[in-house]
């Protein structure tokens, strides 16, 4: 299977070893995998402060970049539920509409894909940690994705999964919700961290950058320099890297 | 009600800084929404009622204009008087008119939003009458000079301390912290004002077409007597709350109770038609009813038509993080919450309201709660591209998104722009990787560091991992 990976732009600015990690999931769960050169990003910024254009520019981007795919994953749910979006912003044109539509649906969330639509499962991994999770909003809610990470963070030998209070709430990233109403995102954040340090866990874990940013960004402001946050990507791919190794 | 929703940011800071309000709003917290959970779990298929009522409401809003008339003509036809307030002060100008013609005094008023979108209790108090808010929440916030902060519980923003204090200071009390007590408090200082009063004014949850009657479903018993004891009663409602029939009636309180409170039913639920039967002991000889426009009727039809299903439950700010950590007055007008993030805007107009669409991570938490299927989102972003597109939002917001825009578009100019922020980002961040504060960016670096970028962007080190042979 042909699978274009869309790595996000979060993810290619902060921390690109999430996208080295995806890519080391997707070929381990049998994929081949391509990163088009020419992507940049789903449109979200622009888009949810009002800039219309955004979507739709970027819209058309994505179809260049991604239609000749069998799949298209993606580390975050954000922006696949952006993408499945398309099609509805080109309501006065069927044809673009219908190529975008085909092509939403077989984007995927990478533990949706990883776990519903690759060839092969992954091969088990093995890691000491023990870890609470943080549903991400648009995963969670628009794509319906909540037991798929934590299928296959259970399935990783020597992790322990703690679920925390209000897993599901927003950490109160919102992209430029957290900037522009920042003071409200810090105390939304700070929740997060308050239910995630009562579990103990040594990391707090997601599917989306830009959460995980949000999380880490408090933990570390409010002193704890211990607490790793993590996409579920790497530690994944940690484990499939321990696991080789025995 | 005067507004405060033009500052939406400082309002909301004010808050999260005051101490009492937040330890108020986390002893509640998530009760509601549990109770939701519970309540929905308790039938068969909850999804299938969401359609239902939707459903019931979308299709009342595609005829309003002959549903009203149809309500109007069965009220009157049960002698009730129907009167159309295209405003706000309309509404306030009429209820005062009913009132002089009927020599009123006295008012007792069950919890009606309208209302307080009017301000009709200072019109009528500069007008001479006594109003009383009969609904305990209401009573509270009455003797507290404050304005609601909650749809259905007005008063959720205030402790049982608060309460004690403020029913010792007016009732001339010893202090309590018993809640039967105060509420036996509240009833008896209540009762002798029911029966003394001229005019009870209700709000409406629903009007019914087939019949001409107001529904009205509360828990405490207030609102029957507000609407049968006075010889005189006034409800008041906005223009979209007419559903077509008691089937549909029975249909949307399947959803309602359930998404407010939790509750499969709530403890009354009152239709009320007509005026007293002759020789009847009880009901009331004028029975009026204000429908109030006040913006609602610009909304048909909009892009924000379908706010106007909504049904008044509280579930999007029961749900919703924003309003759980700020609160309701920060939204400064009468509808907080997601709900009152479209219809502030709406009614009050954009640029009086400019953050309260912004005011939401689009988490969708709302959405997937509202009985009624409102695209709460989806509604916000109908209100952001109105800002963005007619030059709302401050100049290097709007900047900074055609920039980005500019930026993103072309891969080439997006793969060095981004590159260059990565190194100058890298060079910014201190030895433990985090950047302590951000220039233009002090609404995120305030109260959070950034973790600064792993190294070169990773298109950049894919396209050369791809040139060296593996």
């Not at chain 1, 949000?214 to 790497?234: K, M, P, S, W, Y």
């Not at chain 2, 003394?196 to 087939?210: H, K, T, V, Y």
């Amino acid at each position: 299977m042909n699978v274009g990976l869309f790595v996000t732009c979060l993810v290619d600015a902060l921390r690109p070893r999430i996208g080295f990690a995806t890519v080391e999931l997707l070929e381990a769960a049998g994929c081949v995998v391509e990163v088009p050169a020419s992507q940049t990003c789903c449109g979200q910024p622009g888009f949810n402060s009002g800039d219309r254009a955004s979507g739709t520019e970027l819209a058309m981007a994505f179809l260049r970049d991604f239609e000749h795919f069998d799949a298209v994953v993606a580390p975050s749910g954000s922006c696949i539920s952006m993408i499945r979006d398309y099609p509805g912003l080109f309501a006065g044109q069927p044809e673009v509409a219908g190529r975008l539509a085909a092509l939403a649906a077989r984007s995927h969330e990478l533990s949706d894909f990883l776990l519903n639509h690759a060839p092969q499962r992954l091969p088990a991994g093995k890691l000491q940690l023990r870890v609470c999770y943080h549903d991400s909003c648009s995963g969670l809610r628009t794509l319906g994705v909540k037991q798929q990470p934590r299928e296959l963070i259970g399935a990783v030998q020597g992790v322990e999964l703690s679920e925390m209070r209000e897993a599901e709430v927003c950490c109160g990233f919102g992209g430029a919700f957290s900037v522009k109403l920042g003071v409200i995102a810090t105390r939304m954040a700070d929740n997060k961290c308050v239910n995630a340090a009562a579990t103990g866990a040594d990391a707090v874990v997601g599917g989306d950058l830009g959460c995980l940013v949000n999380i880490e960004g408090r933990l570390r402001r409010r002193g704890d320099h211990q607490t790793r946050v993590l996409h579920f990507a790497e530690l994944l791919a940690e484990g499939l890297d321990s696991g080789h190794h025995d | 009600m005067h507004a405060t929703s033009d500052r939406f940011k400082s309002n909301a800071r004010e808050r999260l800084d005051d101490a009492g309000l937040q330890a108020n709003l986390r002893r509640f917290g998530g009760g509601f929404a549990e109770r939701r959970r519970e309540a929905v779990g308790r039938v068969d298929d909850f999804e299938a009622l969401r359609d239902r009522a939707a459903a019931i409401r979308t299709e009342v809003l595609e005829n309003l204009d002959h549903w009203l008339l149809a309500f109007e003509a069965a009220a009157q036809a049960r002698g009730t008087r129907v009167h159309w307030a295209e405003t706000g002060a309309d509404a306030n100008r009429i209820v005062l008119e009913i009132a002089r013609a009927a020599g009123v005094q006295r008012v007792v008023k069950s919890k009606s939003m309208v209302s307080e979108e009017s301000g009709l209790n200072e019109v009528l108090e500069s007008a001479g009458l006594t109003v009383t808010e009969t609904d305990l929440g209401e009573y509270i916030l009455q003797l507290a000079g404050e304005p609601p902060s909650h749809i259905i519980a007005p008063a959720i923003h205030k402790s049982r301390d608060e309460v004690s204090a403020l029913f010792a200071e007016h009732h001339h009390t010893p202090p309590t912290r018993d809640i039967p007590v105060l509420c036996e408090q509240a009833r008896e200082q209540l009762r002798p004002r029911f029966l003394a009063a001229d005019m009870g004014i209700s709000g409406g949850n629903f009007l019914i077409a087939e019949t001409g009657s107001v529904a009205i479903v509360t828990n405490e018993g207030n609102g029957r007597m507000v609407t049968t004891l006075p010889r005189v009663h006034v409800a008041i409602t906005g223009i979209e709350k007419v559903l077509p029939s008691l089937d549909d009636l029975a249909a949307v309180l399947r959803v309602l109770p359930r998404s407010a409170t939790g509750q499969d039913i709530t403890n009354y639920v009152s239709v009320l038609t007509g005026t007293r039967d002759p020789g009847a002991s009880d009901g009331p000889q004028e029975n009026h009813v204000v429908l109030v426009d006040n913006g609602r009727a610009r909304l048909l039809g909009s892009a924000l038509h379908e706010a106007l299903r909504c049904i008044r439950c509280g579930a999007c700010m029961n749900h919703c993080p924003v309003y759980q950590n700020i609160g309701g007055h920060a939204y400064g007008w009468v509808y907080p919450g997601p709900i009152g993030a479209i219809l502030t805007p709406a009614y009050l107009g954009l640029e009086n309201a400019l953050d309260l669409p912004q005011a939401s991570t689009l988490c969708a938490a709302c959405e997937v709660v509202c009985p009624v299927r409102i695209p709460l989102p989806e509604l916000m972003r109908v209100l952001r591209e109105e800002s963005f597109s007619r030059g709302l939002r401050p100049w290097h917001e709007r900047l900074s998104i055609r920039l980005w825009r500019w930026l993103a578009l072309p891969p080439r100019l997006y793969g060095v722009a981004s590159g260059v922020a990565v190194r100058m980002l890298r060079a910014l961040a201190g030895r433990d990787g985090l950047l302590h504060r951000l220039p233009g960016l002090d609404g995120w670096t305030e109260g959070r560091d950034m973790p600064a970028p792993q190294g070169r962007t990773f298109r950049e080190q894919w396209r050369q991992r791809a040139r060296r042979p593996s």
